[in-house]
């Protein structure tokens, strides 16, 4: 493997574990302390949460496709016509349903509103998208 193609993957797989790690924690601990924080903080709490999901949406947007050229993807059905396929469209699928989550339930908790149900959501789609990598990487 060429060291491009290992920068590629190595970024790939650490923004992706950011953007799941900040969302599972920020659904496990923002619905118990939302009523205990200062607006200051919720407002960065939130505001980080979001440039996290941003930054990391937009290099696994360019990582991964680099990745699926490198794959193969690009040709004939290679994205409709296999399993492998249908999981790497499922985890693209995935990836902007957690984006938009992440975007309203910031926006949220910045204007003080309850965000729990969305940050659960997120929650869901995190580990959607982390079985989804297992299985890829399984060799599914």
């Known amino acids: 493997m060429a060291l491009t193609e290992t920068v590629v993957y190595a970024t790939h797989l650490l923004f992706a574990a950011l953007w799941t790690g900040s969302v599972l924690f920020a659904a496990l601990t923002l619905p118990g302390l939302s009523g205990e924080l200062p607006a200051t903080a919720r407002d960065a709490v939130a505001s980080r ?26 040709e004939g059905d290679a994205l409709t ?27 949220r908790v910045e204007d003080g509103e309850d965000a729990t149900g969305l940050l659960y959501g997120g929650a869901l789609l995190s580990v959607l998208l982390l079985l989804d990598a297992g299985a890829l990487l399984g060799g599914i």
């Open 81 to 107: 016509g296999t399993d492998r396929g249908l999981l790497v469209v499922a985890m693209v699928v995935l990836w902007f349903l957690l984006a938009g989550v992440v975007e309203v339930a910031g926006s």
């Open 49 to 74: 949460l979001r440039n996290v999901s941003r930054a990391s949406a937009l290099l696994l947007f360019l990582t991964g496709g680099y990745m699926l050229t490198l794959a193969g993807y690009t």
